[in-house]
């Protein structure tokens, strides 16, 4: 049975943060204050299953953060993410709120027209998809230099 995805939080702490706390800083706490505990698992529709504790996910985010710094995202600049919901969604979220970068979501059942209209409009510098869809940007990059 296809069982989804499954987030574990505690919530009994309290976190005594500054007001100017961004997404980035508070997933640092939250992986540094549960770092043995699980954060996700994941199971496909086969039932394979994958899970992370908050410190393996930590790890992926920071890997994420350094190859996305590498490609020149950096704070303010927007990333396209077309991408089903699994685990590697959240680590780029979450390594896009590190860097300050601006997450653009993108329904992965979207048309290239769709797909054309977002790009044009939002001012993305970047894209992070999955590899049955890097074709599909590629020709839409095109008409989208600055992508």
């Known amino acids: ?6 987030f574990c939080a505690s919530v009994d702490i309290v976190m005594d943060l500054p007001e100017n706390t961004t997404l980035g800083d508070l997933f640092d706490c939250t992986c540094g ?5 699980e954060f996700i698992v994941f199971e496909d529709r086969q039932g394979a299953v994958e899970s992370f504790t908050y410190a393996q996910a930590a790890l992926v985010v920071e890997n994420y953060a350094a190859v996305f710094a590498r490609h020149g ?7 396209l993410v077309h991408m089903h919901n699994r685990p590697g969604y959240l680590f780029t979220w979450f390594a896009c709120a590190k860097l300050g970068a601006i997450m653009v979501p993108l329904n992965v059942q979207a048309g290239d027209y769709e797909l054309d209209y977002c ?4 001012g993305a510098s970047a894209v992070v998809t999955e590899p049955e ?10 008409n989208h230099p600055g992508l």
């Not at 995202?73 to 990333?79: F, L, P, Q």
């Not at 790009?119 to 939002?122: A, G, K, L, T, W």
Request: aromatic fraction near 12%; include cysteine; glycine fraction near 10%.
């Open 1 to 6: 049975m296809y069982g989804g995805t499954r």
């Open 33 to 37: 204050a549960f770092s043995d505990k």
């Open 73 to 79: 995202i950096t704070k303010g600049s927007r990333v």
């Open 119 to 122: 790009i044009e409009h939002c």
């Open 133 to 142: 869809s890097f074709e599909r940007f590629c020709a839409l990059q095109k």
